[in-house]
């Protein structure tokens, strides 16, 4: 079955290292996000790529970046850990699908700490 | 800008009936969504309506949109406890172009036995 993964699940690092979260979907989609969940904020976008070698900034850009090197896969580096990225971190995946109102799939999410 | 606006918090009893609401500030809304994640899980996409639509009902499901004053509600019917999560409305201008959402904040719904 086509899935969406992300790793790790749990993450805790120091103030300053670089992070990369991984990002993986196999149902051949063509658009990824990422977003973080704090309380009371919800989910706000983080990045997002329509396509490979695509990406473009969400609200919540600053400290982060993204690469896309191939369809399956969006990676999200931290560049340099600050303690107010501590969150649980979600990768999701839409397809350019005939489904008009175009879900997005969630992965299962990556708590990172950041001490 | 847009900004999406729940309450934070709800709780009922088994079998009663839930109603989550939601407000949103962008009038050019195309599809308005419930999200559910339950806990230590990724969002589930529930139902969605188009903004054409005035009700949707799916199982035990109906989802109520007054565009008029931007509200959104979600009414789940004979409530389990296995409904317990946290939902979140969300809505896009244009879900073909990428879908970008915009999220409530989420309701967790607690529902007790």
């Known amino acids: 079955d086509a899935e969406i993964t992300q790793s790790p699940r749990h993450k805790i690092t120091e103030t300053g290292r670089q992070v990369t979260l991984a990002c993986h979907q196999t149902w051949n989609h063509n658009n990824m996000f990422w977003y ?23 609200e919540v850009s600053d400290g982060y970046s993204v690469s896309r090197s191939n369809t399956e896969d969006l990676p999200l580096t931290l560049e340099s850990a600050a303690s107010s990225q501590t969150s649980v971190y979600f990768c ?24 | 800008g847009e900004d999406v606006e729940q309450s934070l918090f709800l709780s009922v009893r088994e079998g009663d009936s839930s109603v989550i609401n939601c407000t949103y500030t962008d009038s050019s809304s195309t599809y308005l969504y419930w999200y559910k994640q339950e806990p230590g899980a990724g969002l589930q996409l529930l139902t969605y309506i188009f903004s054409n639509m005035d009700m949707k009902q799916d199982q035990r499901l109906t989802v109520l949109l007054n565009k008029k004053d931007k509200h959104l509600s979600l009414r789940i019917a004979d409530t389990q406890t296995g409904d317990s999560a946290i939902y979140f409305c969300a809505e896009t201008l244009c879900p073909r172009a990428g879908n970008m959402l915009t999220f409530g904040g989420g309701t967790r719904l607690m529902v007790k036995p």
């Open chain 1, 36 to 58: 973080r969940q704090d309380l009371g904020h919800g989910l706000r976008l983080i990045h997002y790529s329509y396509g490979v070698q695509d990406t473009n900034k969400g």
């Open chain 1, 92 to 115: 999701a995946s839409s397809g350019v699908a005939a489904l008009s109102y175009n879900e997005q799939f969630f992965g299962p999410g990556t708590r990172l700490t950041v001490l």
